[in-house]
């Protein structure tokens, strides 16, 4: 098993104003082993049931990728049904640990995401980015498909924009493309003025009514309350599929590329 599954972080700090920052990092474009997911859904639930936080910016390290998805290494690694499971249920926890987390969660978004990476990027409450985020869902050019982030990418895209993500599996959507389907509130021509917005609006919900806050999150996220046992699901078809000789053998020539 390679080195890279065990490589990454997750950090978090938060400020004297009740605004907390996660941020998660890898080497390899930022891309999620199962230990960092896990770590990340953690995070994200103690901080929401942290009296001290009032709400929550979810970025990633560095200043290219914001997140390259699915580690390749562990997919790779996968040899029988139970682990494909439990590596896919961790961006099922993720997902659902930003869905459940009672603060609003504002994702910070500076380069390219991946799969994975759309998941998250669409599970947070308000999405900033810049211009280079471009976004693509890769999973069925290797065999699988996005079963896991397909709710939470098709809440704010709506179907259609899913439906193109999904099937053409190879080809970059733009930032503005993602805009204007409602994955991305705004986006900025470098991470200096979006970080400047997300500090404004991150500020003013600080000092917003919690319980407010709270119950405007219940209602923006009414009828996913079945996504625990959903995305469960979801992530047994992948990590049957993942076992496939095709799937196997996508990865491998995407590996050597």
């Known amino acids: 098993m390679s080195e890279a599954i065990n490589q990454g972080h997750v950090e978090s700090t938060i400020d004297d104003k009740g605004i907390a920052t996660i941020e998660f990092g890898h080497p390899l474009s930022n891309s999620l082993p199962g230990k ?12 929401g049931t ?5 709400v929550i910016v979810l970025k990633s390290a560095g200043e290219r990728a914001f997140c390259a998805g699915a580690s390749f290494d ?7 049904l139970e682990t494909g499971k439990v590596f896919f249920s961790g961006f099922a926890n993720v997902i659902n ?15 390219k ?13 308000y999405c900033f980015a810049t211009k280079f985020a471009d976004v693509k869902l890769s999973e069925l050019a290797i065999g699988i498909g996005p079963f896991v982030v397909g709710p939470a990418v098709e809440r704010k895209l709506g179907t259609s924009g899913m439906t193109q993500l999904a099937i053409n599996a190879t080809e970059w ?6 805009k204007e389907h409602g994955l991305y509130a705004e986006i900025f021509d470098d991470a200096m003025e979006m970080d400047e917005r997300i500090d404004e609006l991150a500020n003013k919900l600080a000092g917003s009514n919690p319980e ?25 078809m992948s990590g049957e599929l993942v076992l496939s000789d ?3 053998n996508a990865i491998n020539k995407f590996k050597k590329k």
């Open 113 to 125: 995401a991946v799969g994975g990476g759309v998941g998250v990027a669409s599970a947070v409450d």
């Open 74 to 80: 562990e997919l790779i690694s996968i040899k029988d």
């Open 173 to 178: 959507r733009s930032a503005q493309w993602a």
């Open 212 to 236: 407010a806050m709270r119950l405007l999150k219940q209602t923006f996220w009414k009828g996913t309350e079945d996504w625990d046992q959903l995305l469960a699901e979801r992530a047994a």
């Open 97 to 111: 640990a930003c869905r459940k987390c009672p603060k609003f969660i504002i994702g910070r978004v500076q380069g």
């Open 36 to 47: 960092i997911l896990q770590k990340l859904a953690n995070t994200i639930e103690s901080l």
């Open 246 to 248: 095709f799937t196997i």
């Open 50 to 54: 942290d009296d001290r936080v009032k």
